[in-house]
C-alpha cells in the first residue's frame, strides 16, 4: 500500500525505521525512528507516561513522516503487523470512511493518532513494509533502543488520547464503501480516501464528530529531547467527545 499522490520522480528518496514500545502494555512508552537520505541521517524518539505498545508503534510513524519538510518518496519500514496492516490492507481508510467504526458499535482504536497519521501520509509517497522484530536489522534494532531509552526518561509527557479516549457511542450512518478499481475486496483507499482530510484551525470550530465546539488548551513545556525537533504550543480539545485535534498553527520548530 502506497500514499495516492501523483508520481513525481524529482522527489527525494527517504528510508525510514521506525519501532515502539510500552513496558508494561499499556505502561510508560516510547518510539524511536532512524531517517536515512543518502547521506544524511536523523534519529528522532519520545517517551509517554502511560500509553499502550500500538500506539508507540504509530506514533514513530507519524512523527517520522511529520519530521520531513516537503514531499518525498519514502519506504519505511515497522515492525508492527498492526501498523503495516491496517495500511496495506485498507483497515484505516475503511475505519476514516465509516466515522472511526469497525462495526456499528465498536469503535476503531487509536483513532486520534491515525488522523494525525493521515494528514502526514498524504503528504508523501510511502510504501510500508514489515520487517520481522529483533532479528539483527541494525536500523530495527536501533529503532528499539531509542524507544527503551525513551521510556527511561525522567521526564515523560502525558498522552492525551490514550488518557482520555473518544466516547464510545453507536454510529449513526455509514457511507457506502466503493469497490476497488480491480473489483476485489476494498483493500486500498478509493478516490473518496484521496481527498485532503479537513483539519481544525480555530477555537469554537465545531467537532467533527460531535459538532460540539472545540476549546483550545495549552500543551505542557518539556526541555527538547535528543533529536526532537518541533512541539506543539496548544491543541484544540472536544468537551463531548474529548477527541485531540492537531493544530499546524501550534507547531514549533526547534
Known sequence: MTSDNPPQSDLDRVIIYTDGAAEPNPGPGGYGAVLMAGKHRKELSGGFRKTTNNRMELMGVIVALESLKRPCRVLLYSDSKYVVESVTRGSVFRWQKKNWYRTSTERAKNSDLWERFLIAFKRHQVEFRWVKGHAGV?????????????????????????????????????????????????????????????????????????????????????????????????????????????????????
Request: overall charge negative; hydrophobic content about 25%; glycine content about 4%.
Open 138 to 254: 541494525p536500523e530495527n534494532e536501533r529503532c528499539d533502543e531509542l524507544a527503551v531509552a525513551a521510556i527511561q526518561s525522567a521526564d515523560l509527557e502525558d498522552d492525551i488520547g490514550f488518557e482520555n479516549p473518544t466516547s464510545q457511542k453507536p454510529a449513526l450512518e455509514f457511507p457506502t464503501l466503493s469497490p476497488a478499481s480491480d473489483g476485489t475486496a476494498v483493500d486500498r483507499p478509493t478516490p473518496a480516501d484521496s481527498e485532503p482530510i479537513k483539519t481544525h484551525e480555530k477555537e469554537g470550530e465545531p467537532c467533527r464528530k460531535c459538532r460540539t465546539p472545540l476549546v483550545k488548551k495549552p500543551t505542557k513545556k518539556h526541555p527538547p529531547k535528543p533529536g526532537q525537533t518541533y512541539r506543539y504550543d496548544w491543541y484544540l480539545h472536544c468537551p463531548g467527545c474529548n477527541t485531540m485535534y492537531m493544530v499546524e498553527a501550534a507547531k514549533r520548530m526547534f
